[in-house]
């Protein structure tokens, strides 16, 4: 039912949306630059999490952005939370306990439902009026509501929670180590300018058919999320008896996970240079560098592949341009690298960069 809101031609449609967020976020970058002269160290995790909030609140919610972006604070709230009570899942019952996080989990659990709940019958009654736009991801699916096989609201109100977590945090991901990346490597930074100023220009602002055409800079992103993809693992659960090739049988219920880490580093499948950076590699595009294999799955794989991969890419490369045009930035001497887990992979110690005009 969403993978039509992520055609091609609707995302077009929130290419505007895109780049209103990410202007927003180089305004800041520029005054604070602009401030100690002409260089100065910024640490860009929060803004880019803030900048991928931004995005979903107005291309999922369009008109309602800014009660979008109330939500998005409290989900932000409960990931935080949740994580704390698996800190303590191992002892028996505690998530029935009535401590002070499961209350307030409850409490956000409550109201991120009835918040949505009303912003969705909001718009179902303005859409019923030919008032209210059908072409954001909450008009796609209340209009996939009306037939037989639609969403009830409560589905509904699930996938706006679920696009808010798997759409938000991991584009901030791939944006954090991009930028990383890039610090670290300069001469695939120098690249991904010539070609932004070759494709685009210095002061153009990026339509959808020119972010297609930067070759470069999805070698770039193809890599970082190669050797950083926001999630470390794919859980499944096989519904029957499946055989896997020649002599495996996997028994229906069992639980599978793929470690997408091991897999994307992993020596006899990528060469022994596995572990360095080199978008190179995806000159040729992804099955090349595979040699057709399914070795690389930052947006999983098969029937259940992502279908915000388009949504994610395409707001990486507007957020990418519109920095690139502006600064150049390097690694600031505090900087510590420390990948670790929260859901999705994150920079331990922040991303602070030393950012210069251009």
Not at 140 to 151: A, F, K, R, V, Y
Not at 205 to 219: E, G, Q, V, Y
Not at 272 to 278: I, R, S
């Amino acid at each position: 039912i969403i993978n039509p809101s992520f055609h091609l031609e609707k995302l077009k449609i929130m290419i505007p949306a895109f780049y209103e967020s990410c202007s927003e976020m180089i305004s800041k970058w520029e005054k604070l630059v602009t401030e100690q002269g002409s260089s100065n160290e910024i640490d860009v995790w929060p803004y880019l999490g803030d900048l991928t909030s931004d995005v979903i609140s107005r291309t999922a919610f369009g008109s309602s952005y800014e009660e979008g972006k109330r939500i998005f604070e409290l989900q932000e709230e409960q990931g935080r939370r949740v994580l704390k009570a698996l800190e303590l899942a191992f002892i028996p019952g505690m998530r029935f306990l009535p401590t002070k996080n499961n209350l307030r989990m409850r409490q956000i659990n409550k109201e991120v439902k009835s918040r949505l709940r009303e912003i969705i019958m909001k718009r179902q009654r303005g859409m019923d009026t030919g008032e209210a736009p059908k072409n954001d991801l909450l008009g796609i699916l209340l209009e996939s509501n009306s037939g037989d096989h639609g969403m009830s609201i409560e589905d509904v109100v699930e996938e706006c929670r679920l696009f808010h977590f798997a759409g938000q945090e991991t584009t901030a991901v791939l944006l954090v180590w991009t930028m990383i990346m890039l610090s670290h490597h300069q001469k695939w930074q120098d690249q991904a300018r010539e070609e932004i100023l070759k494709v685009i220009g210095k002061n153009n602002k990026p339509n959808f058919d020119a972010l297609s055409r930067l070759k470069t800079m999805s070698m770039i992103l193809n890599e970082v999320l190669r050797l950083y993809p926001p999630g470390i693992l794919l859980g499944r659960t096989v519904e029957k008896e499946t055989k896997l090739g020649e002599d495996m049988t996997l028994p229906g219920g069992a639980q599978v996970v793929i470690p997408v880490l091991m897999v994307h580093r992993d020596p006899e499948l990528w060469g022994e240079d596995v572990h360095e950076f080199n978008p190179e590699r995806f000159a040729d595009g992804i099955s090349k560098a595979t040699k057709n294999q399914v070795s690389f799955l930052p947006f999983g794989w098969g029937p259940r592949f992502c279908p915000g991969q388009n949504f994610a890419l395409m707001e990486a490369k507007m957020a990418l341009v519109l920095i690139l045009q502006r600064f150049s930035f390097e690694l600031s001497p505090s900087y510590t690298h420390a990948p670790h887990t929260v859901l999705t992979l994150h920079p331990q110690f922040g991303a602070p960069l030393i950012f210069h005009m251009l």
